[in-house]
């Protein structure tokens, strides 16, 4: 069953065909395309192209679409300046397409609008220009080109387009930045018939009580013409009346004022939030002096209050609104900025599923997406472009003109934003409270401490000094936890997340960014080119592929959480939620149990997922903000199952999060396991162990192992008359242990054959045991001797524990996947384990690297750390392997992940030198910021021993039989 934000993204794409204005009157529809729809449905122009591919000559190319994604041109990325002697690609391209002019009856009017144009455009009909040449990038502009058509005719459109603009203030703004720059008409172009006398725009105010204000600019003596307004419901249709039980307003125009004034009040509406996005359909009409409709024009509206008050926070409808946010960029793999509203859909709802409530991003976005975040609940901070370089004061005022009254009433949008880092021109302030007439939403300059409101950028954990946390102002990093690779994003987000949200001061934040911007090279054979480390910073990838932050960022900001559970055997089937909506009690939602099976290897583990019982947890009303206690009965089955699943729904039945928990820790899980499990493979012979001056070997009938008496590590396995290349270890990481030969000894006895190895420094013993039947057991004390036994002349573990534990080797091209049990199913950090979940887990051998193996680029992730390992089998033609978990909290280290080629420094920090460890604690990932700079949860570990410590175990069974 489809939920609801499937539901509502389905019907704002039906809706957004038509626009977020309706021409209601006969014969012309409302807006009539010249171009496609967007990248998924263009139209074939003609081209031509000064440079690069394929200039010189006429061809076909498909609009809407940036040009060098069709084949034309040259590639550059923002960042050109950076490297010596570089310039920007300056091509300019001519675009030619005929069209019949539309019929028309007397004194109306033909307009041509273009949705986006990079950059400097100049547009001709039938040989003439429409008008000023049109500057800026990311904007909508049009011209009336009523007097230039041939009625009844084919009328001849030419756009000319110059890549880099002649306004040097455009290029800085636009064209010398952090993302790649592209040229051509990449929006809708569209022709549009008015009357004479017509509403040429509109401003529209619609607050939570039902209040809705207008000002209308009208375009012609429109004295004696009378306008009205009604508003019906989008979700039923329903006409809603005003406190006068009327379902209209009118307003007599006595004037010859461009703009015009009016406001009503409508009852029983449903207020617009962010957790209920209800909206509605204003119809404003326009009537000449006879009482004939002329012009009926329709725009979505959402009945909400939004407001920003110093030293307090942002309100929507009354109630303080943390925004859970994301950077976005316009971006497709086949059209570069060119997009789609099926596209807009999917980036909505992935956000959405994110439990994300906000986007930003470096210019207007597609007005479809703008529609989708409406439709969804998602909150908007609306920016004029300029990276780190603003508009001048010649261009800019037309800029932030143009993009105000194309965004101005989306309910979605709740801060203006001038600039980026740096990239406004303060003379432009003013202007949008200007253009937000009625509304005069907040405004910031992102990165800056301005306007009662702290944006600053990459924040360190104790960021700052009478700042953020320790400061007086609200604040919301409009960037922040940038996600280089498989850095950044959900990777520490927990640690600075919790700790702002101790202040009540705090308003949010936008992380950086949600998708890697990686185009189509169609210079270099389809390639996808995210200009080595300049644009793979996306929390999925270009063509939206999930990375594993996007799974740790949907569990730290899940609207409802859990405090920390452990099943034991005084588990009563309660546990603590906490209610993190805004407006929602949770007695609106729902939430369910699973009791799954998790079986070995030595039993079945296809039978792993085995759902043995499930039902309803009883969620109590609680206020948003408030804890209280769920329950569910425990079902007689509870203690056969192997792992809890909780499942928490809202109040539309959108899953929102997902939780396990082990029923059993690992060490009684094995017990669990062992008692259940028969041994098919009965011994024949005892398994024996012997020592020589070269060798100490344990032997069974199907399994031989040998160690190197000088070094204490396995030299060679042997099962079944196949060497197994498991060997070159135990080997310590994060500490150093001496191997004492002297003191080590082997031994038979009626459990297997015993080697135990004797160690100076951080390892006491590590006590090997082949049973009779070939399971080969590793027991390692650690760290129960301040002295380490003395010996030791320096330090025997490192101050800062960033790995910690033991490896070996195991040659990569043997291993084919891995199937494992235990927090999956994709790899962590120290500071990214959040989002994964227990379970039985399958992978095949991949050698992605995140953000760069974009032809071949599959998720989650093979190599890397495993958290809380319970089992795991390593895959192979010859020879695989499974290893066993006798104690909690093993981190399963598996091959070393490879840098990205296109990486300016190392972007992982250092990994174990073996290829397959064992550990007890891994280092975090952070970008940007040094780790010293993180949170606790991304610091390096840190040990004291004490007289008397029972010490760190490191328990282990391997199964190599064949």
Avoid at 277 to 294: C, F, H, M, Q, S
């Amino acid at each position: 069953m489809k939920n609801k934000w499937t539901k509502l993204a389905a019907l704002a794409i039906a809706a957004l065909w038509s626009g977020p204005t309706v021409q209601a009157q006969a014969p012309h529809p409302e807006r009539i395309y010249l171009s496609g729809t967007g990248i998924d449905n263009t139209k074939t122009w003609e081209f031509f192209c000064s440079g690069g591919q394929n200039s010189g000559k006429w061809k076909k190319i498909e609009v809407p679409c940036n040009w060098e994604l069709q084949g034309f041109g040259e590639y550059t990325y923002g960042r050109w300046y950076t490297i010596k002697g570089e310039r920007p690609s300056d091509e300019t391209g001519i675009y030619r397409y005929k069209f019949e002019s539309p019929a028309t009856t007397p004194g109306e009017r033909i307009k041509i609008f273009f949705d986006g144009v990079m950059t400097d455009t100049e547009v001709f009909i039938n040989g003439k220009p429409a008008g000023e040449m049109h500057q800026g990038g990311f904007y909508r502009f049009s011209y009336d080109i009523t007097d230039l058509l041939k009625p009844g005719k084919k009328n001849l459109l030419e756009v000319k387009i110059a890549k880099e603009s002649a306004n040097k203030s455009i290029n800085a703004a636009e064209r010398k930045a952090d993302w790649w720059l592209y040229g051509g008409i990449y929006r809708p172009v569209w022709l549009e018939v008015v009357p004479a006398v017509h509403m040429r725009h509109f401003v529209l105010n619609a607050d939570q009580h039902g209040k809705l204000q207008a000002a209308i600019e009208m375009e012609g003596d429109a004295k004696g013409y009378e306008l009205s307004v009604s508003v019906r419901s989008l979700k039923d249709g329903k006409e809603m009346y005003t406190q006068g039980h009327k379902p209209t307003v009118s307003h007599q125009i006595k004037d010859s004022n461009k703009e015009q004034l009016m406001e009503g009040n409508w009852m029983n509406i449903q207020p617009w939030s962010t957790e209920d996005p209800n909206l509605y359909v204003a119809r404003l009409e326009l009537k000449d002096p006879e009482g004939k409709t002329v012009q009926s024009r329709e725009t979505r509206i959402g009945f909400r209050t939004i407001e920003f008050f110093p030293q307090d926070g942002v309100y929507l409808n009354g109630t303080k609104l943390v925004v859970k946010g994301v950077n976005r960029h316009s971006f497709s793999v086949d059209g570069g900025r060119a997009t789609s509203a099926a596209m807009s859909r999917q980036d909505a709802l992935l956000v959405k599923e994110m439990n994300m409530n906000a986007v930003r991003s470096h210019y207007p976005p597609d007005e479809h997406f703008l529609d989708m975040c409406d439709s969804l609940g998602i909150v908007y901070m609306d920016e004029l472009a300029g990276w780190q370089n603003g508009y001048d004061s010649k261009v800019g005022p037309k800029l932030v003109k143009e993009m105000i009254e194309r965004d101005v009433n989306h309910p979605s949008i709740i801060i203006w934003s001038n600039g980026n880092e740096g990239g406004w021109n303060y003379n432009l302030d003013p202007l949008f409270a200007k253009y937000d007439k009625l509304q005069k939403r907040h405004m910031v300059h992102p990165w800056a401490d301005f306007n009662d409101l702290d944006t600053h950028h990459y924040p360190t954990y104790l960021t700052g000094v009478a700042r953020f946390t320790n400061g007086y102002k609200v604040f919301m990093p409009t960037e922040f936890m940038h996600a280089m690779y498989d850095q950044g994003g959900g990777a520490g987000l927990r640690d600075f997340w919790d700790r702002w949200c101790t202040n009540p001061m705090f308003a949010g934040g936008f992380i950086w960014v949600f998708c890697d911007e990686a185009p189509k090279r169609s210079d270099k054979g389809g390639i996808l080119d995210s200009d080595k480390s300049n644009a793979p910073d996306g929390v999925v990838g270009p063509r939206r592929e999930k990375e594993g932050s996007y799974y740790a960022i949907r569990a730290q900001w899940s609207p409802i959480q859990l405090k920390p559970l452990l099943i034991t055997d005084h588990f009563d089937g309660s546990f603590l939620v906490t209610n993190e909506y805004t407006y929602t009690n949770l007695d609106k939602c729902r939430m369910t149990y699973k009791i799954r099976t998790c079986e070995t290897p030595l039993k079945n583990a296809m039978e792993s997922g085995k759902v043995i019982a499930e039902g309803h947890v009883q969620l109590p009303a609680i206020a948003p903000g408030e804890t209280g206690k769920a329950r569910f009965t425990l079902p007689a089955s509870f203690r056969e199952g192997d792992v809890l699943e909780l499942e928490a729904f809202d109040k539309e039945g959108k899953s929102i999060c997902n939780w396990t928990y082990p029923i059993r820790l690992a060490k009684q899980y094995f017990d669990h396991k062992m008692a259940q499990t028969p041994m098919t493979l009965e011994a024949v012979q005892p398994a024996t162990a012997t020592q020589t001056a070269t060798s100490i070997e344990l032997k069974s009938d199907r399994v031989t192992v040998t160690f190197d008496p000088a070094t204490g590590m396995i030299s060679r396995i042997i099962s079944g008359g196949t060497e197994v290349p498991f060997k070159d270890g135990p080997v310590a990481v994060g500490m150093k242990m001496r191997y004492e030969p002297t003191l080590s000894y082997v031994r038979n006895s009626n459990e297997g054959a015993v080697y135990c190895a004797k160690y100076k420094g951080a390892a006491d013993s590590i006590v090997w045991r082949l049973t009779d039947k070939g399971l080969l057991y590793m027991d390692a004390i650690l760290l129960n001797r301040a002295s380490g036994g003395g010996g030791f002349d320096d330090a025997f573990m490192d101050s800062k524990v960033f790995n910690l534990g033991l490896t070996f080797s195991y040659p990569e091209k043997n291993c084919s996947g891995m199937k494992w049990m235990g927090r999956g199913p994709y790899r962590v950090w120290k500071n990214r384990i959040p989002g994964t979940n227990y379970g039985v887990w399958h992978k095949e051998y991949n050698n992605t690297i995140t953000g760069e193996s974009f032809e071949n680029l599959v998720y989650p992730e093979f190599k890397g750390y495993h958290a809380n390992m319970y089992w795991a089998t390593l895959e192979s033609d010859t020879t695989p392997f499974t290893v066993y978990s006798r104690n909690d909290g093993i981190f399963f280290h598996v091959f070393t992940p490879e840098e990205p080629k296109g990486r300016v420094k190392d972007t992982m920090p250092k990994f174990p030198e073996g290829d397959i460890s064992f550990l007890l604690d891994i280092p975090a990932i952070c970008s940007f910021k040094p780790i010293e700079q993180q949170g606790p949860n991304s610091q390096p570990g840190n040990i004291r021993i004490k007289s008397g410590d029972e010490g760190l175990h490191l328990n282990l069974m391997f199964d190599f039989r064949q």
